[in-house]
């Protein structure tokens, strides 16, 4: 008998303590000091925001505002320096380039600067390299199309796409650091349609 109400009364204690943790457990989950956005929000892989850019476009100029531009060959680059004599907008020097494009043609845009690290010491270095470069596509009818690359530090920016419209296309080059100036190259490809890196350019 003694046997029985002992193992009764453990029971219950194993059903009460089951209760209290999931109460606790319960809690916990519904808290919004650990969970802010709710707890199946919480196990929800976190999305990219594929829309971020480094310049705002109200920091940056209409391609048409800068007189001078520099027309881009395909499969050629561009060894450039932006420098404090170019056009200035927002506290940034911006330079302008141009291509010619066809509809649906895929292409790539490479623009190579430097890193933060590479500067030495706060005196400006004729030869240093942009540090935080920018680029931007510009559709023929003056809409943005892309900018790249969506996050600071990184020594180039790649743009890689097809394209809308036939017409002439406008890049701007700057820096996402204000006042920025320095050496980059800017290359432009024509490319397979099977979405490979292999130049097509016309001969």
Known sequence: MAKKLQKSHFTKLSVYLACCLLGFC???????????????????????????????????????????????ECDKTIQGRLSSSDYRFQGRRFQRFSLNGQKDRLIRLSLVGGSASQRRGDTLQINQSLVNPVLILYAPNGQM?????????????IIRTKLPLA?????????????????????????????????????
């Open 167 to 203: 017409g002439t296309y406008d890049l701007l080059v700057t820096s996402a650091t204000p006042g920025t100036v320095g050496r980059f190259s800017l290359t432009y490809q024509q490319l397979k349609s099977d979405g490979s890196n292999t130049s097509v350019c016309p001969a």
């Open 145 to 157: 199309l892309e900018q790249q690359p969506k996050q600071e530090n990184v020594i180039n920016a």
């Open 26 to 72: 319960l809690t916990i989950l519904s808290n919004p000091l650990f969970f802010p956005n709710g707890f199946a929000q919480a196990l929800m892989p976190k999305q990219t925001n594929n829309t971020q850019v480094l310049i705002a476009q109200n920091q940056l100029p209409s391609p048409a505002r800068i007189s001078n531009s520099t027309r881009l």
